[in-house]
């Protein structure tokens, strides 16, 4: 190897080493994505009238966030348009019931959900849910989830941001582009993820392997 082909290997070495340095610090920053479907959280009393006094749900995967899972169980969500069958519930049981839908689904139930944030029902519009042993006309509870990111303190720190602050995201990719209105929910129990619907996802080809970034 003579003296020029020694220096354009030096170089090359450098270049890679800098190109490999940026990517992993632009992945520091990189969030996966939780892509969720229309579902249903059910209070205990709730699930008693739907599945029989003392039911009790039966696991049928881990989800992203500590101590939450799906269920083998589904439910009827019926509106005053029309219905929607096998809905799937996610455990564990909540001191309200709270219903998932996506905007779309409002035109078939002939409803108008709220977009809020989970746990924040106040105001919102009620429905009726059907089991295999009765059902229910919840009072409040219908919503369309607000986009949103878990993270801990320490990621929150990390990022820069606080709990309950409402940031953008980035989106890349050939059908990419921004969300605005993402809430930072940031507590010791989370694990990092960009929670978005179907809808949302379907709109910029994101899938659960995606990535985002936060753009204050």
């Given at each position: 190897?003579?003296?020029?082909?020694?220096?354009?290997?030096?170089?090359?070495?450098?270049i890679e080493s800098n190109i490999s340095s940026t990517e992993v610090k632009e992945d520091i920053y990189e969030i996966p994505v939780g892509v969720s479907n229309r579902h249903v959280h059910l209070s205990q009393?709730?699930?008693?009238?739907?599945?029989?006094?003392?039911?009790?749900?039966?696991?049928?995967?881990?989800?992203?966030?500590?101590?939450q899972y799906a269920c083998k169980e589904t439910v009827t969500i019926c509106g005053p348009k029309g219905a929607i069958e096998k809905v799937r519930i996610l455990g564990p049981v909540r001191s309200k019931t709270q219903v998932e839908v996506l905007t779309?689904?409002?035109?078939?139930?002939?409803?108008?959900?709220?977009?809020?944030?989970?746990?924040?029902?106040?105001?919102?519009?009620?429905i009726t849910l059907v089991g295999p042993k009765g059902s229910?006309?919840?009072?409040?509870?219908?919503?369309?989830?607000?986009?949103?990111?878990?993270?801990?303190?320490?990621?929150?720190e990390h990022?820069?941001?606080?709990?309950?602050?409402?940031?953008?995201?980035?989106v890349n990719g050939v059908r990419g582009g921004i969300y605005n209105n993402v809430v930072i929910?940031?507590?010791?129990t989370s694990a990092l993820e960009c929670h978005i619907d179907i809808e949302e996802a379907n709109?910029?080809?994101?899938?659960?392997?995606?990535?985002?970034?936060?753009?204050?």
């Open positions: 190897m003579d003296k020029y082909e020694a220096i354009m290997k030096l170089l090359l070495e450098a009393s709730d699930l008693n009238s739907l599945f029989g006094e003392g039911y009790q749900m039966t696991k049928l995967k881990d989800l992203s966030q500590p101590g779309g689904d409002s035109f078939k139930l002939g409803v108008v959900p709220h977009v809020k944030m989970s746990g924040d029902l106040y105001g919102t519009p009620g229910i006309q919840v009072k409040e509870g219908l919503i369309v989830a607000q986009r949103h990111i878990h993270m801990t303190p320490k990621d929150a990022f820069g941001v606080n709990d309950g602050q409402i940031v953008s995201i980035q929910r940031s507590n010791d709109a910029m080809n994101i899938n659960n392997v995606s990535k985002i970034k936060i753009i204050k």
